[in-house]
């Protein structure tokens, strides 16, 4: 598989990637380009230059995998990709640091006229009077945005003794209480701050959320930073507040238009500090987000989850550790009840019991549904687009939990209705080793890999040699064996493990001899 590395994202990337994938760098790459060139690859990682929009995603016919190193993902078109079943993931925790430290160098530079001072002192002027600042200590910051970086600043503000309100709808109040910061509205953070810095994504709530009205209701003299997202505080109002002297001062990274166009309003002001967008642009974050990225690529490619998915449900990296060993089982057991139904599949229930049932289990599912599709559908279904094809199918899905099992210490139960009747499959995690327990009520003990052909037959001598003398007949390689018991009189299941491919027509040979009930091929190639 083939990944494109973009946007100058961290050589490291190339390092991890480049063991399992052919991989190309494109450091500077045009919307043209970029549409021409993508359906040749699988993957690709960029930074905040690169615009993965509806129009790029239409042409990637072969992208799985959008890496995004770095936190804000509103380069991408997000809902686009999930229709296509491409994931998108962020590294949203690499880059915090040095946005959270940009933002304080920036409330410095800006409260010291830093930026102008040495650019006249450059040019040879040694103006000592007009470069006076003011002093951050004693002064209230209100942090617009109290998350990774908003909380990053409001702790380093508070080693320079400032008072922090900040405004968070979406914050618990533990999570205040922890930062030792105050609570309050947004207009509470208008009318008390001195200093103004946000820290949200742009969003259709956050977009303009600083404008010439809230502007006016500020202390004069207020000073602003935004090292979070262009337009969140509306660019020309700023400027005019600016020139107004309501404002003091802004220090800006990041603009509605980047790179910063020509007309940007927020140029060529005195008090107003610009970065061009440099907020993660440190040796470590670099490293970092390009680690944590091309590690999330690489599991998506090989069809792992990602805990760093934007456009999947959340898991946490805690959730994430206990589930990882049941996922591979999980989606072996969803392919076996595929394979074991005849027609399409109208109900699944999913039953978990043991100690399983008390951990969050929506990825199990899905890696479940993902079995159970991929093998009959044209469109590689995975983590992100597995509950919507199964939706689309008209499949109606069942959880049930319990912790109440007995002989295992966890047992997941994946049973499917097709029009012909009920099918069911049951797994166990032995330490880290996934088995298939039963299959219809027969008790084995099957290590579900390469293909198993099961067979219901009659309950009498000489049946296993039958069917194996077709396959040695075929010369198809028999590498295991089970034959399960069951309560049910006079039929056993025999389970056979076979390392080549087995066509159609041996499998029907083995359906014509007496006392076999069926064959049913399992294919975990096929997943
Ligand atoms: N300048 C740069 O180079 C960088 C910019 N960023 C940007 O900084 C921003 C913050 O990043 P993180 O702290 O990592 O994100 P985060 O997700 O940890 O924090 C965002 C916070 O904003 C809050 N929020 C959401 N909607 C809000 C609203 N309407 N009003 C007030 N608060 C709201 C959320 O509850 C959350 O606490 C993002 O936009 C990100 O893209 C991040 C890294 C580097
Ligand atoms: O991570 C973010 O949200 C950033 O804004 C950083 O963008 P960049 O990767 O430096 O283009």
Redesign the pocket.
Known sequence: MKVLVADGVSKKAVNILEKDFDIVVKDKLSAEELLEIIPQYDGIIVR?ASKITKEVIAKADNLKVIGRA???T?NIDISAATERGIIVLNA??G??I??TE?TMAMMLSMSRMIPIANETLQKGEWNRKKYVGVELRGKTLGV?????????VAKRAMSFDMNIIA?????NEERADALGVTIGS?DDVVEKADFITV?????P??KN?INKDNLGKMKKGVRLIN???GGIINEQDLADAVKSGQVAGAAI??FTSEPLAEDNPLRNIDNIVLTP?????TVEAQIGVAIDASHGVAAALKGEPVSTAVNMAPVSADTMAKIRPYLTLAERLGCTAQSLSDGPIKDLTIRYNGEIAAIDTKMISIAIIKGLLNPILQTSVNYVNAPSIAKQRNIKIEEIKNKDVSNFANLITVSVITPKGEQSVQGALFGTEGRIVSINQHRVDVDPHARILICPHINRPGMIGLVGSILGKFSINISGMQVGKTAIAGTSMMVLTIDDDISQDIINEVLKIDGIFDAKLVNFYAM
């Open positions: 905040s770095g936190v804000g509103d949203p925790e880059n915090t040095a946005a940009h617009i945005g109290l998350g990774r970086i908003g909380s990053g405004y968070d709808p979406y914050l947004l820290h949200m994504p742009l969003t709530q956050t959320m090292c979070a997202r990274d990041v967008h440099l907020g993660a642009s």
